[in-house]
Every structure is written in structure tokens, then in C-alpha cells.
């Protein structure tokens, strides 16, 4: 490949940076790769990878007349020994760990949250033979930790900077099973939602729904997972490194975000008319129920317009391109919030909604902590009895066992001599 033969390419290291940094992006159809991603020349970025003031100033475009000298002093000619990782440092392990940390806490939460659940139905269904089926927030919370770990995988190398999660490979085959969890958890509920006010209505559950529903998870699972792989290995892609397919990804965004806006719309309506149908029930206003409806209105009609729109929003700037993904950064701006990052904050919003929805009620949570606590008190306080009982049976007291002993060598002693002393 040409990047192991940069000084034939260049003439000097300020045109190699120039070539990099002046390609536009994300998009850049005739670029050709200085370094296999995620590597990139040894010295790179210079001082902007330690200077965040010169990192947020300095926004390399083709028009600009920028001075390479602050940096590519460093940069080292046929050197791809360092990743992206490396050249970052700490700001990459930061950005890493926050990352993970935020859908860490709602993937436990949801854990807890599962616990309180699963602690209150065994007390209601105490003494009876068959076990209950999950219900909905069972349900919505077992694929909010699947997500959630899903998540937390990639994002330990949130970026594929350090090689660790491969962004050819592992990388589409987790976010996929992330993007179609999302999609399984909004025909889940609108679904739901369906059959209880049409089998209200006509006793029975309708089926358009519930084949409409499988075919909508079934494909956008197909669609997030086959798909994403497929965008880095077919096309022009598939003779590129760490190059995606433009209409392949186009085509995977238009087929989820239709259909998932469909579904945030069938669910407005049915949520509505089960909310509703709560409140003309409810005798003082709204009840647990109804609030619990408005909440899950609120994170089905906010996951599907981040997820969707966004993605509706870039189709155009994906068709008939071929998408790099290996373009060392050239500016610190936008690190933090910029490129694929906007994707998992979605995520993110989206776990901690479904987890705003999801809170069990105070009484419930304070209920289980409390006998958790009374549980463990008993436990620790039946083997200190244990311990006692065990000790007073092992050990003699010290002030009666001199007592005894003499008593005992007495009663030896004045037997002895009665039948030694001669009849009188």
C-alpha cells in the first residue's frame, strides 16, 4: 500500500499533514490512507494533543494558510508506530471512561430495578404453584441492561483508536445489537398497548400488530447487524481500510427510521387512548398507571425522534460515497461531543429514559431494602448465637475449675487412708 512509502508521496512532513488535514470530513471519496487505522505517524498532532487552547482554535480547511510548524515538528516520516490512543493519551481513556460510566449506571439501575420487581411479585404470588410471566417493565428493563452492556463493550474504545474494539468487525456487530434493541424495546410497548385497548374492545388481541411488530424487530435487527457489516465490506469499501458504504448505510438508515417513526406514531395514538381511558377512571386524578403511560409515551416519542431524524438527516450526505473512518484528527475541537460520538449520547438518552420510565414506586423500593436489611441482621445475628452457644459447650469457667478439682482429690484422698487405718 502507498502509506508504507510516505516519502515518495511527500515531499516533506508539512505536506503530508496538509494532505490529511485538508480532506473533507467525514466524507473524503479520494483519500488515501498515510497509516492503517488506527494508526497513525509517530508524533502526531504535536503539541495540539496537549494544549487544549491550540486544539479549539486551530480548524484546518483547504483555504487556510495555517503554519504546520506547531504541528507536525514532531512527526516522523514511514514511522506508523503510534494508534490514535496513544497520540491522545489520557484525553482517550477520559472520554472512554465517562462514557462508559454513564450507561454503566443505568444498565445497574435497571439491574436493581429488575430485583424490586421480580422481590414484589414473589410476595404477591406467595403460595401459588405456577410462576407469572414477565410483564412489560420486566421486559423493558432485562433489554435495557442487554443494551447496556452492549454499550459499555464499545465503549471502552469509544472511537476504535486503540484497536481494541475493531471497526471493521466487532464494532457494527455490538452498535447493531444496541440499534436493534432499540427498536425490539418500541414495538414491544406500542404493541403492549395495542392489545390491551383492542382486546377490550373485541376480546381478543389483534394479529395485524403482533406480525406487524415481529417483522418490524426481526428486519431491524437484520438491518443493524448484517447491515452494519456489509457497510464495511462491500462496494469500493470492501478494498479499503476502515472505509464504509455510503448506500449501504443510507439504505440501513431509511428502512429503521421509517419504520420506526410509523411506530412512534401508532404509539402516540394507542398511549393516548389508554391514557385516556386511565384517567376517565381515575377518581382523583392521575394514578401510578397513568403517570407510568405518560412516561412511556415520553421515551418512545424521544428515542424515536433522536434515532430517527438524525439519521433521516444524513441519508443525502451518505449516497454514492464511500465514507472514511480512518481520518486522523487534525483539531482537539469537537473530541468530546463531535463525529459518531452524537450516536451514543443517543444511546445514553435512551437508557436513562427507558429508566426514568421504569422506577418502581418508593413503598416498593423502601419495602425491599428493609427486608433485605432485616434478612441480613437475622443471618449475622443467628451465627452469633451459634458462636456462643458453641463456646460456653468448649470452655470450662476458671473460678469453679480449681474448686472442682480439689473437691475431687479430697474425696481421693479420705477414701485412701479409711482403707488403710487398722480395726480398732
Known amino acids: 500500500m502507498s502509506h508504507l512509502n510516505q516519502t515518495a508521496r511527500f515531499s516533506n512532513v508539512s505536506d503530508l499533514v496538509m494532505y490529511v488535514c485538508e480532506q473533507p470530513r467525514p466524507l473524503a471519496n479520494d483519500y488515501d490512507p498515510v497509516c492503517p487505522f488506527p494508526y497513525v505517524n509517530r508524533g502526531w498532532l504535536g503539541s495540539l494533543a496537549n494544549d487544549s487552547d491550540a486544539g479549539s482554535e486551530i480548524v484546518l480547511k483547504p483555504s ?14 514511514n514511522d506508523c508506530s503510534q494508534t490514535m490512543a496513544e497520540v491522545l493519551g489520557t484525553r482517550y481513556t477520559v472520554k472512554c471512561v465517562v462514557y462508559c460510566l454513564l450507561s454503566l449506571i443505568p444498565t445497574l439501575l435497571s439491574c436493581f430495578f429488575l430485583k424490586v420487581m421480580f422481590e414484589s411479585k414473589k410476595a404477591k404470588n406467595k403460595g401459588k404453584a405456577k410462576k407469572a410471566a414477565l410483564n412489560m417493565s420486566e421486559k423493558m428493563c432485562i433489554l435495557n441492561i442487554f443494551v447496556g452492556l452492549m454499550h459499555c463493550i464499545i465503549l471502552i474504545d469509544i472511537d476504535s483508536y486503540s484497536g481494541f474494539m475493531h471497526i471493521e468487525d466487532w464494532r457494527p456487530l455490538f452498535l447493531g445489537f444496541c440499534g436493534g434493541a432499540m427498536y425490539h424495546i418500541q414495538v414491544m410497548l406500542v404493541t403492549n398497548w395495542i392489545g ?23 428486519t431491524c435487527y437484520l438491518a443493524e447487524v448484517v447491515g452494519g457489516y456489509l457497510e464495511f465490506h462491500t462496494g469500493e469499501a470492501a478494498h479499503m481500510e476502515a472505509a464504509s458504504n455510503g448506500n449501504m448505510r443510507a439504505a440501513k438508515y431509511a428502512w429503521t427510521s421509517i419504520l420506526a417513526l410509523v411506530w412512534c406514531a401508532i404509539g402516540i395514538r394507542y398511549g393516548k387512548k389508554l391514557s385516556d381511558t386511565l384517567a376517565s377512571g381515575a377518581k382523583e386524578g392521575p394514578n401510578a398507571q397513568l403517570r407510568k403511560i405518560q412516561k412511556y409515551i415520553f421515551a418512545l416519542v424521544l428515542g424515536a425522534i433522536l434515532g430517527s431524524l438524525q439519521k433521516l438527516f444524513l441519508i443525502p450526505k451518505f449516497l454514492g460515497k464511500s465514507l472514511f473512518r480512518n481520518l486522523p484528527l487534525c483539531t ?12 451514543y449520547v443517543i444511546i445514553l438518552i435512551i437508557q436513562w429514559a427507558i429508566v426514568y420510565a421504569q422506577q418502581p414506586g418508593k413503598k416498593t423500593v423502601r419495602s425491599l431494602v428493609t427486608s433485605s436489611f432485616m434478612n441480613a441482621s437475622t443471618v449475622v445475628s443467628g451465627r452469633s448465637r451459634r458462636g456462643s452457644v458453641s463456646s460456653r459447650r468448649g470452655s470450662v469457667n476458671p473460678s469453679v475449675a480449681p474448686s472442682m478439682s480439689s473437691e475431687r482429690s479430697s474425696r481421693k484422698s479420705s477414701t485412701t487412708s479409711s482403707s488403710v487405718a487398722p480395726e480398732s
Open 196 to 218: 390491551i385497548i383492542d382486546a377490550a374492545m373485541s376480546k381478543q388481541k389483534p394479529a395485524w400488530s403482533e406480525n406487524f411488530g415481529m417483522f418490524t424487530t426481526v
Open 332 to 343: 482537539m475541537k469537537g473530541f468530546y461531543m463531535g463525529g459518531t460520538t452524537s450516536l
Open 64 to 77: 487556510d494558510n495555517y503554519d504546520t510548524s506547531l504541528f507536525s515538528t514532531n512527526v516522523v516520516f
